[in-house]
Structure formats: C-alpha cells, structure tokens
C-alpha cells in the first residue's frame, strides 16, 4: 500500500523573536529567499516610515513603496509599480492593510511574499485572504500564503494595546468557529478537514488557557504563532471556515450596520464568540470565554462597545446574510427578533456586567 499524504502550503520560515526585524536582510539570505537584497518593501506613512529609518541601512538593495491606504486599487497601483522593477520578493512591512496589499500586489506580479507584521490586529498576516475595500464596500481574494513571517515582539509592544487585543479575540473566536464547523457537519453533511480544525482549535486554546498578558513576552510569542497558525488552517482548508463562523458573521453585521461605528475585528468577532457558544448551549464556555475577554480588556457586551441591546439584536438577526451559504448556529437556529432578546437577556445574566 503507497504511503498518501499532502503538501501543507506555509511559510518556509516563521521567525517571532525580540529583535527579529533587526535580522531581516539575513533570514531573507539564509532561506534563499533573497541572496541580491533586491527586495520591493510596502510600507504605510506612519509606524512603515519609522521602521524604514531603522532597517534601511543593512537593505540597501531595496526600493520602498508607501502604500496610501488598503483598497483594491492601492493594490493594483503597487503591482504597477513593483512590475517595472526586478526583485526576488516583495515585503509587507506594516499593519494588516499594507499586508493585504503587498500580499494581493506580489501575486499579482508572481513574486513570493514576505509578511513582517508590526501589529497582532488579526489572523490575516499569514492566510491565502487579503481583504482590501473596493467600491461595493470590502471583499475578499485568494492569494498565496506568505513564504515567509517576521514579527519582531519589540515592535509589537510598541503598537497600541487595542490593536493586541483584537488578535486576541479573533484568536479565541477560533473556538467558536469550529464549533460551528462541526455543527454544520453533524447536520448538513459538510465536510471537516480534520487537520485544519485541529490547528485552529489548539491555536484558540493557546491563547484562551494562557495566564499572561499583553504586557508580557511570552504571552505576545503565543497570540503570534496561534495567529500565523490560524492563518495556515485556512490554507489547509482552502477557505476561512477553520476561523470563521457566526463570531465573524455578527463583526461583519455590525460592518455592514454600523460601518462608522463598527468595533475592531477582533473586538467584534471576540465579542460574537461569547455571544454564539452561549447561544448553542455551551454556557460554561461562554462563561469562560467573557472572563478571559474581560481580563485582556475586550467588550463582552454590545454596551461596552457603544451599542443599545436592541442595535445588539438588529446585529444578530442581520448576521447570516453576510455570509450566504454559511451553515453556523445563527442558522440552524433561525432566531426571530423577539427571541433573540430573550436570549440576550439571559446571556447578559449569566455572564454577569
């Protein structure tokens, strides 16, 4: 009988250390990724511009970009701009916008891309997903996943807190979303990618079950690998469903809602994670899940966030028509307006203000 097994698509190299970014331009010439130096690095006009002072100096090789902004045509427009160069790969320096960008724009011109993250915002560092804003609002396209991640913890301290907090909450949600994941198994016959959910699940866990803080380094090295593993269980599955079930269908109802007031990704999606384990019965992990929120400083409640209960509800009863075709327990239980106030009312008890 011949041996099967398949190829995982993930980076060639994850380096999350204090002091990484300091060893860029040699991680790059040891993995083969960039023997030359020749390298077209994305950065934004901000925290981007500060770290170019800072690193420039050992890539002299390299041409920089500032990237205006995250939508579909800052994107376009850096690939024709990077097009007319000859670079071995492209680098994403920055936030989770100029990530998406440089991930969309170095596909688009087939170069590999290298992901230097200067925040824990969310999952996406490392997925096949770039998300940028275009004219219909934000959508979605697949893009190969990174070959290779830095995320120097120096540099991630130095980000605001909220911006660690929300990878917090989008790591945890992972909980709920292979809950939902399975759920949609058990009753629809959808098929779970046994590795992917198992990645995404201890991913979840890790963070969940860890004592320390943001302030603390190795609590920051556990949220960064759970969110470069998060990102690769999407790669494994060929889609978002490892990480994304009714917790991200409610952030992207209050999006779609409320898009001037809509919470952090990960303050929303966290936020939907304690809401939708409560609401398929799991009371003792909802619990738990808030507690832990609450500890790192993420809402639990549509109140702590600057939203009434029934703007909460009007959120809920939206949620699945942001994702068509998505089985989570939003759809299985098919809640009218009425029950989902009662519902919310005794979530709000248990959870405790």
């Known amino acids: 009988m011949p041996v099967l097994t398949r190829l995982i698509p993930s980076p060639v190299v994850v380096d999350i250390r204090p002091g990484a970014l300091d060893d ?13 130096g020749k390298l077209a690095i994305a950065v934004s006009g901000g925290s981007g511009a500060r770290l170019r002072e800072r690193i420039a100096p050992s890539l002299p090789g390299a041409t920089w970009y500032e990237v205006g902004g995250g939508t579909i045509d800052d994107a376009i427009r850096l690939a024709g701009d990077i097009r007319a160069g000859h670079y071995d790969a492209v680098v994403g320096l920055g936030g989770g916008k100029i990530i998406d960008c440089a991930k969309f724009a170095a596909a688009r011109v087939g170069l590999p891309l290298v992901a230097v993250a200067t925040n824990l915002a969310h999952d996406g560092l490392c997925s096949p997903v770039a998300t ?15 070959i290779a991640v830095v995320i ?19 790591a945890i949600s992972n909980l709920s979303a292979v809950a939902d994941w399975e759920l949609a198994n058990r009753v629809k016959g959808e098929k779970v990618d046994g590795l992917a959910a198992a990645m995404a699940r201890q991913a979840g866990e890790a963070v969940l079950r860890h004592p320390g803080g943001i302030g603390d380094n190795g609590f920051l090295q556990v949220l960064a690998e759970a969110l470069v593993l998060s990102g690769i269980a999407m790669s494994v599955s060929g889609d978002t469903r490892p990480c994304s079930g009714a917790c991200h269908e409610i952030h992207h109802a209050f999006d779609v809602l409320y898009p001037k007031r809509a919470p952090a990704h990960g303050e929303g999606c966290g936020l939907g994670a304690a809401f939708a384990m409560y609401l398929r019965g799991a009371h003792e992990e909802s619990a738990y899940m808030a507690e832990v929120l609450r500890r790192h400083g993420l809402p639990v409640l549509p109140e702590e966030i600057g939203f009434t209960a029934d703007e909460f509800v009007r959120v809920v009863e939206y949620a699945p028509q942001t994702r068509p075709g998505r089985y989570t327990i939003l759809e299985h239980l098919d809640l009218k307006t009425d029950q989902i106030k009662d519902i919310y009312a005794d979530y709000v008890k248990a959870i405790g203000s």
């Open 132 to 146: 940028l804003d275009n004219d219909a609002g934000r959508g979605s396209y697949g893009v190969p996943n990174p």
């Open 152 to 170: 120097d913890l120096n540099v991630i301290r130095e980000a605001p807190a909220r911006f660690v907090r929300s990878g917090i909450g989008d």
């Open 24 to 36: 860029l331009a040699g991680v790059l010439d040891d993995e083969r990724i960039s023997h030359s």
